[in-house]
């Protein structure tokens, strides 16, 4: 395949003295600093910068093309025939965050992707729908953003589900509550005290776009030459957010439906935003339908508790749902574990079982069906 596949962040002090040289001192790389470029992707592309080829970052994704941009120009991409005949499934596609290796033509006006770098995170779900199949969301992601809203959005089991995506592509989530002046203070305190389970291992920020509490705070959080992504249904305030964050109406904010609460797609395309802070920011279309599949180690990590007590159930391959002798159930009998909590748990487990089962069943007829074409090509070839 000429695609790369996706890789993990090696320590950062294992590049070489001459590749952080070359990093500091080169003109070209200093015009990509400001889209996130760092010593650990340069020393992943630079067997790729030959010829006419360079380093672009996906910074918009439409339905038929992508943009990219190389620090100075933002330019229509496509991605090559090569590219496009060696792909086997969705997540061997371009998405936006992505580094990927250009070639330019026609006065720098249309870009030709060749290859996608090494990817430091992934972020994906389910595609939304009966389809089984990965939907990419965004890719070389430092923090995740979880947003919901302080009305008849806020959602415990689904804030879980958002974090079991995030925790999976080992991404740093950030829990975000907007609206909060629609909130009084004894309300605001329930939401705290909802919400503690997750303190311990998550920064939460409540803000209101309205008067701008918590913005400030929250804009103090923001780190220079990291990625930011925006998380939540439509409605909850990712494009006011994003708006305040860069200090103009740059995006256009639809109402929320009074009826029920809910939002328009405000956002209809994703797409990168690097803010004068030196921080970068992709914003996502609102998400209604979240799975999940492939999620063992997002699973573990935003259930830690849950499964800590799975090393005392009596029997190896415990379900957790019926058995005697089941620490799990033991604990949520005795209150150690919120019920709701465990209900969700096994909610988000069964689903992703499914889901990846359905997908590799999925895979292999996608493989018996290609091996059948093949078979049929050479059958013709001999008459």
């Not at 070489?16 to 592309?45: A, P, Q, R």
């Not at 089984?132 to 969301?137: A, D, K, T, Y």
């Not at 159930?329 to 019920?339: K, P, Q, S």
Request: charged share 30%; glycine share 6%; proline share 2%.
């Amino acid at each position: 395949m000429s695609i790369i596949q996706e890789k993990h962040p090696k320590d950062i002090n294992n590049i070489s003295e001459e590749d952080k040289n070359e990093f500091e001192n080169n003109s070209v790389i200093t015009s990509l600093k400001h889209l996130g470029y760092n010593e650990w992707i340069h020393h992943h592309c630079k067997e790729f910068l030959k010829d006419n080829f360079s380093i672009a970052r996906v910074v918009e994704v439409n339905k038929n093309n992508y943009k990219v941009s190389d620090g100075e120009h933002t330019i229509f991409a496509e991605v090559s025939g090569k590219l496009l005949f060696n792909i086997e499934n969705s997540m061997d596609l371009p998405t936006i965050g992505d580094w990927v290796v250009t070639q330019c033509f026609d006065d720098d006006s249309l870009a030709i992707i060749h290859q996608i770098l090494p990817r430091k995170s992934l972020l994906k779900r389910k595609d939304p729908g009966k389809a089984v199949e990965f939907q990419l969301i965004a890719a070389n992601i430092d923090y995740a953003f979880i947003m919901q809203s302080a009305d008849a959005n806020f959602n415990l089991n689904r804030l879980e589900r958002y974090l079991v995506m995030i925790n999976e592509s080992k991404i740093q989530p950030i829990i975000v509550l907007s609206k909060t002046d629609l909130l009084t203070d004894n309300e605001l305190s329930e939401i705290n005290d909802k919400i503690k389970r997750f303190n311990h291992k998550y920064l939460f920020l409540p803000i209101s776009n309205v008067n701008d509490n918590g913005i400030k705070t929250l804009q103090n959080e923001l780190k220079s030459g990291k990625t930011y992504c925006l998380l939540g249904s439509s409605g909850v305030g990712k494009t006011t957010l994003l708006n305040k964050l860069l200090g103009e109406e740059l995006f256009e904010v639809n109402e929320v439906r009074e009826k029920d609460r809910k939002g328009k797609h405000t956002t209809s395309r994703r797409q990168l935003i690097c803010l004068e802070s030196g921080s970068i920011f992709i914003d996502t279309p609102g998400m209604r339908e979240l799975g999940n599949f492939t999620i063992g180690t997002g699973l573990e990590e935003t259930f830690d508790e849950i499964v800590a007590f799975s090393s005392q159930c009596r029997f190896k391959d415990c379900t957790h749902t019926h058995e005697d002798g089941c620490a799990i159930i033991e604990a949520v009998e005795t209150g150690t574990i919120d019920r709701d909590r465990y209900e969700n748990f096994l909610k988000i487990q069964k689903e992703s079982a499914y889901y990846e089962m359905s997908y590799l069943d999925k895979r292999k007829r996608d493989k018996a069906f290609g091996q059948m074409l093949k078979n049929y090509k050479k059958i013709i070839r001999k008459k």
